[in-house]
C-alpha cells in the first residue's frame, strides 16, 4: 500500500524523480537523517538553493520588444536568477506614453524541460506606468520563455514574447 502511495504523489516521472533524489542525497546536498520522512525532504527539496559564498548575484536582465500592433515593451528581472525570487517589471508605452489601466500576465515555461506555463502570474499596475510581479524560486536555471499578454482597456490585447537565460 505504501508504494502505491509512493507512486501516485510522484507521477508519470517517477524514475526522474527517484533518479535525481539519489543523485542528490549522494552528492551530499541533502542532509537528511534516516528518521525524517517523506514531508521532510519535500520541504527541504522546495527551498531556493543557495548561492555561493562570494559568487555575486546575476546582473539584472533587460529586454525591449515591439507588438505587432505598435506597442513598445520594456522588461526587467531583478536579479535574473532561479535560485531566488525574481522581481519582473516591465512598461508599457503607445507612441511614446505610458499605457494605464491595463491587464498585463505573464507566463514562464520552459520547453527543453516540456514544462509550458510551468508559472503564470498576474501583474500590478503601479502608478507610474509600471507593471510588476514577485516571481517566487523558478529552482531551474536555463532558457525560459516569457509570454507577457497585454489587454489595454480600450483595443485588443497583444502579446510579446522573451527568451531569457536564467542563472543559477
Excluded at 531566488?84 to 514562464?108: E, Q
Excluded at 502570474?121 to 525560459?144: C, E, F, K, T
Aim: glycine share 10%; charged share 15%.
Amino acid at each position: 500500500m505504501q508504494h502505491i502511495e509512493h507512486t501516485r504523489f510522484l507521477g508519470p516521472n517517477r524514475w526522474i524523480a527517484i533518479a535525481v533524489l539519489a543523485a542528490l542525497l549522494a552528492g551530499g546536498a541533502l542532509a537528511l537523517s534516516p528518521t525524517q520522512g517523506r514531508r521532510a525532504l519535500l520541504d527541504q527539496l522546495q527551498r531556493a538553493a543557495t548561492q555561493p559564498r562570494g559568487a555575486a548575484a546575476p546582473a539584472r536582465a533587460g529586454f525591449v520588444r515591439r507588438s505587432s500592433t505598435g506597442y513598445v515593451i520594456a522588461v526587467t528581472l531583478t536579479p535574473n536568477r532561479a535560485t531566488g525570487p525574481i522581481g519582473l517589471s516591465l512598461r508599457v508605452l503607445r507612441h511614446g506614453r505610458s499605457l494605464h489601466g491595463a491587464r498585463v500576465r505573464v507566463g514562464f515555461s520552459m520547453a527543453s524541460m516540456n514544462m509550458w506555463n510551468a508559472y503564470t502570474a498576474a501583474l500590478s499596475a503601479l502608478p507610474d506606468g509600471r507593471y510588476a510581479a514577485n516571481i517566487p524560486v523558478l529552482g531551474m536555471a536555463g532558457s525560459w520563455r516569457l509570454r507577457i499578454v497585454v489587454t489595454p482597456r480600450s483595443g485588443r490585447p497583444f502579446h510579446v514574447t522573451v527568451n531569457d537565460r536564467i542563472a543559477a
